[in-house]
Structures are given as C-alpha cells and as structure tokens.
C-alpha cells in the first residue's frame, strides 16, 4: 500500500487515498520517515537490515545448497550470535532455501477446465427417508457409509450404543 500512496500522492494526496485505503495517514507517514533515517526503525528491523546481508553471503559462499540449519550453524562458527528461527524467517524473505536431496515432492495440479470423469461405479449419493445427506453428516451421528451391490447399507461401527429405533439400521 505504502508503494501505490508514492505512486498516486502527487495526483490525489495522501489523506484522501487514505481514506479509502485501510491505513492510517500517519502510518504512511512512519514508514516514509523510517525509509529516510533508518535509526527510526524498531532494533529488529535494524539488526535484520545488518544480518540478510551476512546470511546471503553465507548461502552464496556454500554454493547456494545450505538450508537454515546449515546456515546458522556457519553463522554461530563465525561469531554471529543469531537464533535460528531469524535465519529461518530472513531466508524466507530473501527467497534463499536449499537443496533437498532425493526427487522433489510433486503435487497434483488439477485442471479446472477439463471436464469430470463420468461416475462409473454408480454411487448413490443421497440417503432416503430423512437420514443423514452426506456421509460428514452419518459420520457426526456415528453411522458408517458401506458400499455393497450397488447399494449403501449403514452400519453401526458399535451398535450399542444406537437407540433402539435406529438399531434396525445397524443391520
């Protein structure tokens, strides 16, 4: 936001692009103060500005292959004194993360386009007689959806616990 109040400020001002846009004018006004004297900023956001260029030394000097693990441990041997959940949260903003051995993980991409497969085994998807609609709704009662022959049986994983009306169902 902070970047489109710059862009737009000479044309409209920063008051009324604030009033539209959910921030405070003196927020923007904050950032653009600590943009300008970086003693402004909070001692976080100054020891990070002195440690993302150590860390991206480090990772360029290990052949860009060293995870947050490896790159703090060659942090704390050269005498910086960083926790890891830093090195881990700068990596990520950096863009920096290293190799993992073996094959990489692969998802499924579904393709919204393409059209659904056509349902082969001819599932019976809603219940007759008022019973539960979905098999999340006959989980939440304790009733289990069991295909067999085409049709959907509910059973009872322990039916004695059922009340003595829906016991028939158990069968």
Known sequence: MIAFIDDHRDAYGVEPI??????????????????QDPSRLSARAREDLILKPEIA???????AVYGVRKVWRQM????????RCTVERLMHEMG?????????VRMTISDKAAPCPRDHVNRLLSLSKGLC????QA???GLHLCRDLGRVRLRRLRHQYLPQTDRRLAR
Request: glycine share 8%; hydrophobic share 45%.
């Open 18 to 35: 604030c009033r539209v846009l959910p921030i405070a004018p003196s927020t923007y006004y904050e950032h653009v103060a600590q943009r």
């Open 57 to 63: 030394r480090v990772f360029a000097e290990n052949f």
């Open 76 to 83: 704390m041997r050269e005498g910086f004194v960083i926790a």
């Open 96 to 104: 920096l993360a290293g190799v993992i051995r073996g094959k990489p």
């Open 133 to 136: 609609a979905s098999a999340e």
């Open 139 to 141: 989980w939440g009662v």
